[in-house]
């Protein structure tokens, strides 16, 4: 605390990164990072760019990225916003187009950088509880707002929301924004990026961090109506005009374009989810149905803080979160590759007998 801080400053409640611990041997299934690298053609373009053109400045607009992402969903290069990672996406949209009268509504277990942007921008928001099973209700969402934010599939449950219920929530707010986050869609959820020709309200966000196993590399996307993108453009020129830098712009780029490469991972770890969710369940596991690349996972006999804190003892770093205390019990598990999960459940079984 110092006296030359701002008031904002002294107010803010920043968001708190999952460890990037140094350890050698460490099974990390903490940051839902992708455990198969990035496409050997990202690497091959990011090499590429290694040489005197690195005297300029990137292109401010990356055009080379929005034409490959507006390719790869069939829109128009005017639909996509590309950013720093898509928490700075998101950052964009909250101050270009969720700051209103009314509060910004977010289920009250989600992500939990939406109320820390809230807290920079100065933007009132509530936070509506999930059902009992840990789903967002749409119809709680039917009330005056200044717009609408959620991730699908949730975080950190991993409950994918149907399509029609997002469609159901679009008609019935038409006056604000729906903000959809899609950060881990591509592991079994139904993305709503074909809505947006329909619905000149909704905002689409993605990241390479996840499926695209870019997570180094800072790369994330939106994907709206012109009007939207260019509310996005008008927050990044006047905070940073060249986010993405030449690294980011061929590497992001090149990965959107190898399908096979993005296609073979995710049903990769698809596979290994699906294997360790039945184990976990053999062993008195209750797991949120997830369409994510991670679970949600509770033992009725044994605490979550206690569980993460024994697996840590045998170098296995998962994700705790202590509040809302209705989480708690919960463990938040990344799919790893078959090892790193059988690892990890072999260490599960041992501490639990
Ligand atoms: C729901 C959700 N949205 C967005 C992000 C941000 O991803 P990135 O900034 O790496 O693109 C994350 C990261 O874990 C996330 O869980």
């Excluded at 109320?115 to 005056?144: K, M, W």
Aim: glycine residues 6%; contains cysteine.
């Amino acid at each position: 605390m110092s006296r030359y801080w701002s008031r904002i400053v002294h107010d803010l409640t920043p968001y708190v990164p999952g460890e990037q611990p140094k350890l050698p041997n460490l099974v990390k299934l903490n940051t839902n990072e992708n455990p198969y690298g990035p496409s050997p053609k990202a690497l091959e373009a990011m090499r590429a760019e290694v040489g005197d053109s690195l005297r300029l400045y990137p292109d401010p607009n990356s055009d080379r990225l929005k034409e490959a992402i507006a390719a790869f969903y069939k829109v128009n290069p005017a639909q996509v916003f590309v950013g720093n990672g898509s928490d700075e996406v998101l950052a964009h949209a909250f101050l270009a187009l969720l700051k209103h009268d009314e509060p910004v509504l977010f289920p009250d277990i989600t992500y939990s950088f939406y109320p820390v942007y809230c807290g920079l921008y100065d933007i009132a928001y509530r936070q509506l509880p999930l059902t009992e099973s840990f789903e967002i209700r749409v119809d709680d969402y039917f009330t005056p707002n200044g717009g609408i934010i959620f991730p699908n599939p949730n975080a950190p449950t991993g409950r994918p929301l149907a399509l029609a219920e997002i469609e159901r929530l679009l008609c019935a707010n038409t006056g604000s924004m729906v903000v959809v986050d899609e950060a881990y869609v591509d592991f079994g959820a139904e993305s709503a990026v074909g809505l947006v020709d329909r619905y000149p309200n909704l905002l689409v966000v993605h990241t390479l961090s996840k499926s695209r196993s870019l997570a180094g590399l800072r790369v994330g996307y939106a994907i709206g109506h012109p009007d939207l993108i260019e509310a996005l453009g008008r927050v990044k020129d006047s905070f940073n005009s060249y986010p993405l830098d030449r690294f980011a712009i061929a590497g992001a780029a090149a990965a959107i374009e190898d399908r096979a490469w993005f296609e073979d991972t995710c049903r990769k770890v698809v596979t290994t989810r699906t294997r360790m969710v039945a184990d976990l369940e053999a062993m008195g596991f209750e797991v949120l149905p997830s369409a994510a690349n991670f679970v949600f996972a509770r033992h009725g006999r044994h605490d979550g803080a206690e569980l993460a804190a024994k697996l840590r003892e045998r170098s296995i770093i998962v994700r705790h979160f202590k509040n809302p205390p209705r989480i708690s019990p919960f463990l938040r598990i990344t799919v790893g590759t078959d090892e790193q999960c059988e690892t990890l459940v072999s260490a599960l079984r041992e501490i639990l007998t």
